[in-house]
T-cell receptor, first 112, second 112 residues
Framework: KQEVTQIPAALSVPEGENLVLNCSFT??????LQWFRQDPGKGLTSLLLIQSSQREQTSGRLNASLDKSSGRSTLYIAASQPGDSATYLCASNTGTASKLTFGTGTRLQVTL | KAGVTQTPRYLIKTRGQQVTLSCSPI?????VSWYQQTPGQGLQFLFEYFSETQRNKGNFPGRFSGRQFSNSRSEMNVSTLELGDSALYLC???????????FGQGTRLTVV
């Protein structure tokens, strides 16, 4: 059974800092690793999808990496802005490909 | 291109009643999955439908059921509502189920 862990649970940084969010998973036989952001009371917004054959993906100020052998993924956010404040979730799908297993999220606050 | 649309956005129901939630996926997406999000349990997978067939199911009681129509729109039904069913219900669509998942804004269900 896949288990996904995210550390830290919460993070507060001043505007402009670069930061890294961590995601660990127990089953390395994943199809994809996907990062989402969720604003309070809202749905999930897909940020990046890394396929199992890929090592990283980039979109604007975001860069996500995947290391299947160690069961880890990181989301790097460059030059953070107050608008980045949200909860960030990682999710993977494994043997039951269409089922996403989510981590508990990292709540990020970027202060002025 | 329209995103995933969930209706209604908010619902208040009484214990013992039943409720039906609706999800319209992105055009061309054949896979629709449902998730329950609560503060205590996080995001948990309910079930996935692909081409009108339930392809995958999570660990929820039989009170939770769903279906998918020929146009890929999906409905989720919860019968005999309990207080613990209060949650944000999220629907996700993807092309095949293993590709990038896109979520709707969710339906906030409150059971009183």
């Amino acid at each position: 059974k896949q288990e996904v862990t995210q550390i830290p649970a919460a993070l507060s940084v001043p505007e402009g800092e670069n930061l890294v969010l961590n995601c660990s998973f127990t089953d390395s036989a994943i199809y994809n690793l996907q990062w989402f952001r969720q604003d309070p009371g809202k749905g999930l917004t897909s940020l990046l999808l890394i396929q199992s054959s890929q090592r990283e993906q980039t979109s604007g100020r975001l860069n996500a990496s995947l290391d299947k052998s160690s069961g880890r993924s990181t989301l790097y956010i460059a030059a953070s802005q107050p608008g980045d404040s949200a909860t960030y979730l990682c999710a993977s799908n494994t043997g039951t490909a269409s089922k996403l297993t989510f981590g508990t999220g990292t709540r990020l606050q970027v202060t002025l | 291109k329209a995103g995933v649309t969930q209706t209604p956005r908010y619902l208040i129901k009484t214990r013992g009643q039943q409720v039906t939630l609706s999800c319209s996926p992105i055009s061309g997406h054949r896979s629709v999955s449902w998730y329950q999000q609560t503060p205590g349990q996080g995001l948990q997978f309910l079930f996935e439908y692909f081409s009108e067939t339930q392809r995958n199911k999570g660990n929820f009681p039989g009170r939770f059921s769903g279906r998918q129509f020929s146009n890929s729109r999906s409905e989720m039904n919860v019968s005999t509502l309990e207080l613990g069913d209060s949650a944000l219900y999220l629907c996700a669509s993807s092309v095949t189920g293993t590709t990038e998942a896109f979520f709707g804004q969710g339906t906030r269900l409150t059971v009183v």
